[in-house]
């Protein structure tokens, strides 16, 4: 198909999940025409091997491939692929990158502070632009703390679930110890991380990415996932602590049959759920909001404004 001068593709390449978000620009805003997603595991085991495991390697090309067939069908103008945490780190960076061009999918591995301007600028309105919200990306490799525009007031942390796991073997379902062991490094390691911030305070917190939008579809009961009665939706601190408590009950395959719990994040919402409770507990926030939108709206927007897009 001819490709369309306003539609555009933005494809975030994470430790942990490949997304694409497609859309049409119309006017000063975009419709969203696809939107696709598959966890491939990238980064899982990296930490200890040092690169990117066969298997994660393959299937994630295998669905950078996918991304581009249907790019190409629906006739996509301009393109921007970012890679981050994992692409940051792997041995077997270039293999991987090498890979993904032949397949028709040139990435780009940003740092993390353009991860977290680009998280900033995409969050829908539930974030605002004022100086009191925090926003929180909690990711395969690395977790986001974001301020403010820009990428000057933000800080990652090496604390992205599949590291986690990577160095914290959780148990089916996780004992006690195991738990208590894994909650006091986040604790630890999140007020460590934000001691720059320690005299900033919030009003209020900005959840993005899986962990928080599996936490309001499991509220929801949400059988087919529906980003609009996600974004913007309210869960208290105490709603988190039900959920983790809940969760970390049950084995992988119960959390699996749960209304709302995407497949292959059963595993990874356990230490995704006692960090995002770390965070509200470290800035002393009695409840957060859930923005559907994050990363790949951010990078839609910088092709928008011609910064790194590819045809």
Not at 116 to 126: E, H, Q
Not at 240 to 262: F, N
Request: proline residues 3%; contains cysteine; positive net charge.
């Amino acid at each position: 198909m001819q490709a369309k001068a306003n539609l555009l593709a933005a494809i975030d390449v994470g430790t942990n999940t490949v997304r694409m978000l497609v859309a049409a620009r119309e006017g000063r805003g975009f419709r969203t025409v696809a939107r696709r997603q598959r966890i491939t595991g990238l980064g899982r085991g990296m930490r200890v091997a040092g690169g990117i495991a066969n298997e994660g390697f393959r299937d994630t090309i295998a669905a950078l491939r996918a991304f581009r067939r249907e790019m190409d069908v629906l006739g996509v103008g301009r393109y921007r692929a970012c890679g981050t945490a994992a692409l940051r780190e792997a041995a077997n960076r270039d293999a991987f990158l090498a890979a993904s061009t032949e397949g028709g999918v040139a990435i780009e591995v940003i740092s993390a502070r353009e991860e977290a301007a680009r998280t900033w600028d995409g969050l829908s309105a539930v974030a605002g632009r004022a100086g009191d919200a925090l926003a929180m990306d909690i990711g395969g490799g690395s977790t986001e703390f974001i301020a403010g525009p820009g990428g000057n007031e933000s800080l990652s942390l090496p604390i992205g679930v599949v590291h986690l796991l990577g160095f914290f073997r959780l148990s089916d379902p996780p004992r006690p110890p195991e738990l208590r062991n894994l909650a006091l490094y986040l604790a630890d390691r999140i007020g460590a991380g934000t001691r720059p911030w320690r005299r900033k305070r919030f009003r209020r917190m900005v959840g993005t990415a899986g962990t928080f939008t599996t936490l309001a579809a499991l509220e929801k009961r949400m059988r087919r996932y529906d980003p609009e009665k996600i974004d913007g939706m309210r869960l208290t601190l105490a709603t988190v602590r039900r959920w983790e408590a809940r969760l970390c009950r049950l084995t992988a395959s119960g959390r699996l049959r749960l209304p709302g719990m995407e497949e292959g994040r059963e595993r990874y919402i356990v230490p995704g759920v006692l960090q995002a409770r770390a965070a509200m507990e470290r800035f002393g926030l009695k409840e957060l909001y859930i923005s559907d939108s994050g990363l790949l709206e951010g990078i839609l927007g910088g092709i928008a404004d011609d910064k790194g897009e590819r045809e």
